[in-house]
T-cell receptor, first 115, second 112 residues
Framework: AQSVTQPDIHITVSEGASLELRCNYS??????LFWYVQSPGQGLQLLLK??????LVQGIKGFEAEFKRSQSSFNLRKPSVHWSDAAEYFC?????????????FGTGTRLKVLA | DTEVTQTPKHLVMGMTNKKSLKCEQH?????MYWYKQKAKKPPELMFV???????INESVPSRFSPECPNSSLLNLHLHALQPEDSALYLC???????????FGQGTRLTVV
């Protein structure tokens, strides 16, 4: 069965510090992987996506993620965090099932940024 | 235009009311989704429409009734809801495969 695990429920970093959010997936075929960000009471905004090719993908707002097939991981990174990055981050996998495509989300990581 | 528009943004309804949530996209996407999200939880898939046909129903209670009148519109009809159905309801759309999902801002539903 397809699944996504985000081991860290909460992460706190100081503004200007680097950030890494972890994501591990379970999927039998080539995974399509995504990172979304959600501010309180809002919808989900796509940060970046991986379908194939270069395993290091760049996204919006200075985020990047690296796909490591051997570790079944797709970790999100940012070299210098801004206070406005405080939000909930969801890793997701796109999965084919019953002839349809759906998105399976991890449990999320809540990021707090200290001034 | 990469926008998914959901209306209303907020809805308060009684347990005997009937109401509908609406979702619209003009990106030519042929897959549309309803997700339910409780506070501090990830979105949970409810329904998937593919080419205007219901393709996935994740065992959602019949008090939630989806409808896809055309390729741009997705509705969620609500009837006899319970207080525990209070949540943020998110609509999304995508190409049918190998694509990211675009999400609306959600409808905050409160059942009283």
């Amino acid at each position: 069965a397809q699944s996504v695990t985000q081991p860290d429920i909460h992460i706190t970093v100081s503004e200007g510090a680097s950030l890494e959010l972890r994501c591990n997936y379970s999927y039998g075929a080539t995974p399509y992987l995504f990172w979304y960000v959600q501010s309180p009471g809002q919808g989900l905004q796509l940060l970046l996506k991986y379908f194939s090719g270069d395993t290091l993908v760049q996204g919006i707002k200075g985020f990047e993620a690296e796909f490591k097939r051997s570790q079944s991981s797709f970790n999100l990174r940012k070299p210098s965090v801004h206070w406005s990055d405080a939000a909930e981050y969801f890793c997701a996998v796109g999965a084919h099932t019953s002839g349809t495509y759906k998105y399976i989300f991890g449990t999320g990581t809540r990021l707090k940024v200290l001034a | 235009d990469t926008e998914v528009t959901q209306t209303p943004k907020h809805l308060v309804m009684g347990m005997t009311n009937k109401k509908s949530l609406k979702c619209e996209q003009h990106m030519g996407h042929r897959a549309m989704y309803w997700y339910k999200q409780k506070a501090k939880k990830p979105p949970e898939l409810m329904f998937v429409y593919s080419y205007e046909k219901l393709s996935i129903n994740e065992s959602v209670p019949s008090r939630f009734s989806p409808e896809c009148p055309n390729s741009s519109l997705l509705n969620l009809h609500l009837h006899a809801l319970q207080p525990e159905d209070s949540a943020l309801y998110l609509c999304a759309s995508s190409q049918v495969a190998r694509s990211e999902a675009f999400f609306g801002q959600g409808t905050r539903l409160t059942v009283v």
